[in-house]
């Protein structure tokens, strides 16, 4: 069993829904969890951050996490074409490497 | 803020070459930097983890030896692709971490294809 699983999708949606995008682990010690996005042929963006469990929102994107279930979520309202790309979600202890799940490939219909 | 430069951006070579790939924080110090390589369809993978003024810690099955790093300022880092083959055709990708705690994100560059003939 991975230590992060993500489903690879691809996922595809109409430009203007509501997307949800999800990550389960296996290390309950995990503490900080961030989202990135890639376009392709790109290096990763820093979405959402965020420490411990809640959530956490930052204009069309919300990001959870809830410890107890060992699941993250991220949220993407009014989609656009432009937020088509693979989203990674990581998560990591203080002060060690990131734990990247497989990636989500995301594709906005207009 | 926390933008990371990477350079080049691509890169075509014959094989047997050595190739080097510069990493540098621009807008912040960064005691820690992390290489990955990247392979098409798939997650990052961790290569290496570089500290300003000692040596690198690779990850198992990475020779060090062929992936050479040194990261002599708070703001550098380099990977070095010593005597490159057609295998070693990837994209690489660096990060770096802000030096105020071990708690703070990754940061990324844009990466570097590259390709060896």
């Known amino acids: 069993q991975k230590e992060v699983e993500q489903d690879p999708g691809p996922l595809s949606v109409p430009e203007g829904a509501i997307v949800s995008l999800n990550c389960t682990y296996s290390?309950?010690?995990?503490?900080?969890f961030m989202w990135y996005r890639q376009y392709s042929r790109k290096g990763p963006e820093l979405l959402m951050y965020?420490?411990?469990?809640g959530n956490k929102e930052d204009g069309r994107f919300t990001a959870q996490v809830d410890k107890s279930s060992k699941y993250i979520s991220l949220f993407i309202r009014d989609s656009q074409p432009s937020d088509s790309a693979t989203y990674l979600c990581?998560?990591?202890?203080?002060?060690?490497?990131?734990?990247f799940g497989a990636g989500t490939i995301l594709r906005v219909k207009s | 803020g926390a933008v990371v430069s990477q350079h080049p951006s691509r890169v075509i070579c014959k094989s047997g070459t050595s190739v080097k790939i510069e990493c540098r924080s621009l807008?912040?110090?960064?005691?820690?930097m992390f290489w990955y390589r990247q392979f098409p369809k798939q997650s990052l993978m961790l290569m290496a983890t570089?500290?300003?003024?000692?040596?690198?810690?690779?990850e198992q099955g990475v020779e060090k030896d062929k992936f050479l790093i040194n990261h002599a300022s708070l703001t550098l880092s380099t990977l070095t692709v010593t005597s490159a083959h057609p295998e070693d055709s990837s994209f690489y990708i660096c990060?770096?971490?802000?030096?105020?705690?071990?708690?703070?994100?990754?940061?990324f560059g844009d990466g570097t294809r590259l390709s060896i003939l």
């Open positions: 990060s770096a971490r802000l030096s105020s705690g071990g708690g703070q994100p990754q940061h």
């Open positions: 990581a998560m990591s202890l203080y002060g060690n490497k990131l734990v």
């Open positions: 965020t420490y411990s469990s």
């Open positions: 570089s500290n300003e003024g000692s040596k690198a810690t690779y």
């Open positions: 807008d912040f110090q960064a005691t820690t």
């Open positions: 290390n309950s010690a995990f503490q900080y």
